[in-house]
């Protein structure tokens, strides 16, 4: 497997958590850094970012503590970032799934060679096409790929597995209208990662063309959040939390159990997965849900890139208009599909 962690400044020795699976955690972050590969530490500039971030992510959800409110704050904040710029984008009916494709506004993109299926995240509950246009419009761009953004289904209105049906049919549609699963890269963040890697388990369960690779961003793949990170990166933690975890868990899965392969990758079988990204922040409590799934699926042969990035809270990749780490991971993330697209873009 490979692990690519981005060191901390100071290279200081991290604190032994107490508990099994924070301690495999931190040996597994000590490992990363001494096999994987340097991309720079966390700067000063880069921690200011995040801190201011972090207080204007504090402002917007300030007393949003339902579902719905929690679903306006996001749609709020993500309305004070700017949208895609040099893209063209395409309303499509995915079989009954409202979705964007979206390319980059160049004389001679093929469109139709390349694409990326990205479902965003924002807790089974909020989050939209617009409030992951910019991140698709830049993956468009970097990579010289088409990007399907999907509208899929939102809890509570719709619960398990409306959402992972939604995924599954718009890859299917991609397929039926002439992508090549060799082509195809499945990607998204938070829930949408989990939605992600179960739509692609489910095109495996039923012996069906299976996509290039998957990309998940700081996946919910334990949705009985038994990681140890839950705790010892609470305090390290603003933007999501194990208490999040366990209502979102209560609305979205309501009498099924958490630990459902079907609902919670971790405990999946992931034999024959295709080759795997995944991102996630040194700080947030979703960690060991990236390394935990990281470890299963490299113990099942599976083609794993594990970057750990210091300091970055959840969803960082969205906001490049405040991080500047969000272009770097961004830049990662094509040059990962790029790497496993059969058809690779001309120079």
Partial sequence: MNRRILPTANRRRPKRPSGLFP?????????????????????????????????????????ADSLQQRRTAFRTLMETTPGPTRIQV??????GVDAELMWPARLHHPIGQRVILYVHGGGFSSGSIRTHSLLAGSLAKAASSDVLLVEYRLMPEYAYPAQINDALTAYRWLLDNGYRNENI???????????????????MQAAKPLPAAVIALSP??????????MTSNAGNDPLLGKAEIETLRKTYLRSRSPTDPQASPLYADMAG???????VGSGEVLLDDTL????????????????????????????????????????????????????????
């Fill in 23 to 63: 301690a495999l955690a931190a040996l597994m972050l000590l490992a990363s850094a001494a096999a994987g590969r340097d991309i720079g530490p966390q700067s000063q500039v880069s921690r200011e970012q995040v801190e201011k971030f972090i207080g204007l992510w504090k402002d917007h959800f300030a007393g």
């Fill in 90 to 95: 395409r309303q499509v009916d995915a079989d």
């Fill in 185 to 203: 890269i499945v990607a998204g963040d938070g829930a949408g990662g989990n939605i992600a890697i179960e739509t692609v388990l489910r095109q």
């Fill in 220 to 229: 919910i793949t334990d949705l009985a959040a038994t990681g140890g990170s």
């Fill in 273 to 279: 997965f295709p080759p795997l990204l995944l991102q």
């Fill in 292 to 347: 935990r799934l990281a470890d299963k699926a490299r113990q099942a042969g599976v083609d794993v890139t594990t970057e750990v990035w210091p300091g970055m809270p959840h969803q960082w990749q969205l906001f490049p208009s405040l991080l500047d780490d969000a272009d770097r991971s961004s830049q990662n993330i094509a040059e990962f599909a790029i790497r496993y697209f059969a058809d690779k873009p001309q120079e």
